[in-house]
């Protein structure tokens, strides 16, 4: 979706027995959060009654892309213009303690359809998730859940990090992220962000009622880029259950200004040469970790800070005056140990005076291997456990008609409440995916998550992967019976996604706005008369060069096949086009076409 695309919603307005109502509108942004990416959300200036919460939203084409949806507003932890209208809980009864339907307000933010795909995949397969080694879980705090620590950056590195800290942002300014540190939430507690821009309110840059999926702790954020942010005052104020718990503000507008910065911190080992070896968020066991970060118009003598957090509490405040020039990059922060760090969450503040320039967390945990750290090992696939010993068959072979797939795997020095994700994938695609905390002991073996086929699971190729810091340290597979999936398994619904990179023939290195032009099928490159009603669709490459067609490519069949064309151009490099690309219903989705082209 683009901006200013014309969207329909359809939906049920109340708890009636009206129509179904048909609402049409363009959407308006699209709004960031932690662990979903930039387009978490999409904004739209329909006007969707409440009611439609639960509702479809889609493109011009007919296909859904969104689901409106709201949770109950609150006020002081009572829900308002809501009300039960079946038995959510299965006691026999619809009452106060069932879930309510937002019934008053309207809603503004649609939740991509993209992110349940890997869920509609598994059950189309019959694949769910099985048993589980379940480790003990956290004990509930009695303190009250907050969000604290409140800044806004100009940007989200990849492991999910803030890359500055900023107090005033220039004028056009496009891209600006609120993040703030969160403890003691519960998954389903509703939140909420209101934004006013010089007091008055701004649905675009805010996020109605929704319900939390962050864990117990941690750090989030939300915000939104490629979308420019109007001049004026902003005042970010946010909402646990209807209860204003935080606010922060910042001002848009103005010339850029040359005052003092840090930006783009990263983590490593220290070298011989007192450097920083491995940069990363995951570092293994370690006496010694320094910082890499650059700066920006600073100012020799200028008084700046250093202050390290272990977990919540501050191990380390290393006052100085600069020394290093006006911009670089600096490796001046370090922390040590005799006796070596501690396995756990690890969080660097870097202040210039005292204001808070940059600051980003990390994770020790693992032992060292070329200085990288190796936390999870062993892994082995099977298809039945006992008392947490895999069963055979045991390998990465396995015959067709699996009931179930098992993973095992050690681990070491992984502290308690580190944040860590698994997935499995099918064929590449995500099928499963939970973001949560580690719970077990730092230290054990034969850790396990299984799936498990309905009547049993498909020949295919099974990917187990572990992320940590936003970074996959882990990646195994196994295959099943042929190893891929019958092929058009999905072509029914959907068409043929391509997608690829672009290429600098000589260097391999991704050409970033390289433009990919695709035309109708009935239209050769000969035809092509640069007239946007031959043109199916266009896609521009991304700064490593990957490029995804929006569109889906309509299949031919065997005998006849669809027969595409495409032009592929970028500034500084010579035009290429080819002819005659066959779809048809044997064609594989996505189908990755990666493009070199030669400098001019």
């Keep these: 979706m683009r901006l200013d695309d014309t969207i329909t919603v359809f939906g049920y307005p109340d708890i009636g027995d009206t129509p179904i109502d048909v609402v049409r509108g363009t959407v308006s942004g699209f709004t960031a959060e932690a662990r979903a990416g930039d387009r978490a959300w999409l904004r739209t200036n329909a006007p969707i009654p409440g009611g439609m919460t639960g509702g479809g939203a889609y493109n011009q084409a007919g296909r859904l892309i969104a689901i409106p949806t709201i949770s109950p507003a609150r006020v002081a932890g009572e829900a308002i213009d809501c009300r039960g209208v079946h038995d959510s809980n299965g006691d026999g009864q619809v009452d106060s303690r069932d879930i309510c339907i937002p019934i008053g307000g309207f809603i503004s933010a649609l939740r991509p359809a993209n992110l349940a795909r890997g869920l509609v995949r598994a059950a189309r397969l019959g694949i769910t998730l099985a048993e589980d080694f379940a480790p003990a879980e956290f004990a509930p705090s009695s303190d009250p859940p907050s969000f604290s620590r409140l800044f806004t950056s100009t940007g989200v590195n990849a492991a999910g990090m803030p890359i500055n800290v900023v107090g005033r942002v220039p004028a056009g300014t496009n891209s600006l ?30 996020l109605p009622p929704v319900t939390w999926s962050g864990g117990p702790r941690g750090l989030w954020y939300i915000g939104s880029s490629g979308i420019p942010w109007p001049n004026g005052v902003y005042e970010f104020t946010l909402f646990i259950e209807g209860r204003q718990v935080a606010s922060h503000q910042i001002t848009v507008g103005g010339a850029p200004e040359p005052t003092p910065r840090f930006s783009d911190i990263s983590f490593g080992l220290e070298n011989l040469q007192g450097g920083v070896e491995g940069t990363n968020f995951i570092l293994p066991e370690t006496n010694i970790v320094r910082a890499r970060f650059n700066f920006r118009d600073m100012q020799n003598d200028l008084p700046w800070l250093q202050r390290w957090f272990y977990g919540d509490q501050i191990i380390a405040e290393i006052p100085g005056t600069w020394p290093e020039g006006t911009q670089g990059v600096s490796t001046a922060a370090a922390i040590s140990s005799e006796v070596g760090l501690l396995a756990g969450r690890y969080r660097l503040e870097l202040y210039i005076g005292e204001t808070l320039a940059a600051t980003s967390d990390f994770v020790v945990a693992g032992g060292a291997e070329a200085a990288q750290a190796q936390i999870f090992d062993s892994f082995v696939f099977a298809a039945g456990e006992i008392a947490r010993q895999p069963q055979p068959p045991i390998g990465q072979e396995f015959v067709g008609g699996l009931q179930r797939l098992y993973v095992f795997f050690n681990w070491r020095q992984l502290s308690q409440a580190t944040p860590w994700t698994w997935r499995w994938l099918v064929d590449g695609d995500v099928m499963f ?97 640069w007239d946007a009603q031959q043109i199916l669709d266009v896609a521009l490459a991304d700064e490593r060069g990957f490029y995804q067609l929006p569109s889906l490519l309509a299949r031919g069949t065997e005998d006849e096949p669809l027969l595409y064309s495409l032009l592929v151009r970028a500034e500084g490099y010579l035009p290429m086009q080819a002819d005659g690309i066959p779809v048809t219903p044997s064609t594989q989705s996505p189908l990755t076409l990666n493009v070199e082209l030669n400098q001019d």
């Design 433 to 529: 995916e939970v973001n949560t905390f580690w719970a077990s002991a730092p230290t054990g073996e034969r850790y396990f998550l299984a799936l498990e086929g309905r009547p049993n699971l498909p020949d295919a190729t099974y990917t187990f992967e572990i992320e940590l810091g936003g970074i996959v340290v882990e990646s195994v597979e196994a295959r099943v019976g042929l190893g891929q999936l019958p092929l058009g398994v999905f072509a029914s619904a959907e068409g043929v996604q391509l997608t690829g990179r672009i290429l600098d023939a000589a260097t391999g290195d991704g050409i970033p706005g390289a433009i990919m032009i695709l035309l109708l099928p009935e239209f050769s490159v000969e035809d092509f008369t």
């Design 177 to 206: 992220y609120l993040f703030f540190d969160y403890r003691n939430l519960e998954d389903g507690m509703i939140y909420e962000l209101r934004t006013s821009i010089n007091g008055l309110n701004n649905p675009n840059f805010s």
